[in-house]
C-alpha cells in the first residue's frame, strides 16, 4: 500500500516569495491534514479537509496560506508570501472516516520549507 | 484549554538499558492518548495509542505505555532500547468534536548512547 506522498522534499526561497506543497493521501482516506512543524516543537495543525470540505482551518493564517483539495483527494498548501517565521517542515497527514477512525494519522516524510 | 507536556526535551540512554518518557495532559474529558515516533528526515509514525479499557498498551517495536488518570500521564517506556531506536517521540491527546484532532507535545529527542 502506498503511503502519503508529498512534494517537494526541499525548497528554499526568499521572503515575499511564493511557494506551493502537494499531497496524495493514502488511497480511501477521506480526512486529510496539513501541520506545521517548527524546529523544536510539535505538529500544528494548520488545516483539516474531509474530503473535499473545510473541518477547521482555526489556525491556519488566511491572510497568506492558502489550502485547497477541489476533487477530495490530493492537496495542494499555498504560502503567498512567505515571511521568515514560515521556515518550517510541512507535513501532510491522512486518515479514515468516520466510525472507522482508528485515530491514527499516516504521515508523509514532509516538506522542508527554509525562507531567508 | 487542552495541551500536553512533554518535560524533558533530550534524553541520553545507554543501548540495552531502560527508557521511559515522560507525557502529561490537561483534558476536561477521558482522553485519547497518543505516541508517535520521529526517525531523522521521515514523517510521524504510530507507536501504540490509549482509547478506553486496560490502562496498559502494547505498541510496535516493543513499546509499551500506561495511562495514569490520577497522575494525568501517558509515560512510554521500553526495557531495552537498541540503536535504531534514536528519534523524537511526540505525545499527543485527542481533542475537539472529533477524538482524532491531535493536541501535541513538543516531543523528546532519545540519543542512544553505544
Known amino acids: 500500500e502506498a503511503g502519503v506522498a508529498q512534494s517537494p522534499r526541499y525548497k528554499i526561497i526568499e521572503k515575499r516569495q511564493s511557494v506551493a506543497f502537494w499531497c496524495n493521501p493514502i488511497s480511501g482516506h477521506a480526512t486529510l491534514y496539513w501541520y506545521q512543524q517548527i524546529l523544536g516543537q510539535g505538529p500544528k495543525l494548520l488545516i483539516q479537509f474531509q474530503n473535499n470540505g473545510v473541518v477547521d482551518d482555526s489556525q491556519l493564517p488566511k491572510d497568506r496560506f492558502s489550502a485547497e483539495r477541489l476533487k477530495g483527494v490530493d492537496s495542494t498548501l499555498k504560502i503567498q508570501p512567505a515571511k521568515l517565521e514560515d521556515s518550517a517542515v510541512y507535513l501532510c497527514a491522512s486518515s479514515l472516516q468516520g466510525g472507522g477512525n482508528t485515530g491514527e494519522l499516516f504521515f508523509g516524510e514532509g516538506s522542508r520549507l527554509t525562507v531567508l | 484549554a487542552q495541551s500536553v507536556t512533554q518535560p524533558d526535551i533530550h534524553i541520553t540512554v545507554s543501548e540495552g538499558a531502560s527508557l521511559e518518557l515522560r507525557c502529561n495532559y490537561s483534558?476536561?474529558?477521558?482522553?485519547?492518548l497518543f505516541w508517535y515516533v520521529q526517525s531523522p528526515g521521515q514523517g510521524l509514525q504510530l507507536l501504540l495509542k490509549y482509547f478506553s479499557g486496560d490502562t496498559l498498551v502494547q505498541g510496535i517495536k516493543g513499546f509499551e505505555a500506561e495511562f495514569k488518570r490520577s497522575q494525568s500521564s501517558f509515560n512510554l517506556r521500553k526495557p531495552s532500547v537498541h540503536w535504531s531506536d534514536a528519534a523524537e517521540y511526540f505525545c499527543?491527546?485527542?481533542?475537539?468534536?472529533?477524538?482524532?484532532?491531535?493536541?501535541w507535545g513538543a516531543g523528546t529527542k532519545l540519543i542512544i548512547k553505544p
Open positions: 483534558y476536561g474529558a477521558t482522553p485519547y
Open positions: 499527543a491527546v485527542g481533542a475537539g468534536r472529533s477524538n482524532y484532532q491531535l493536541i
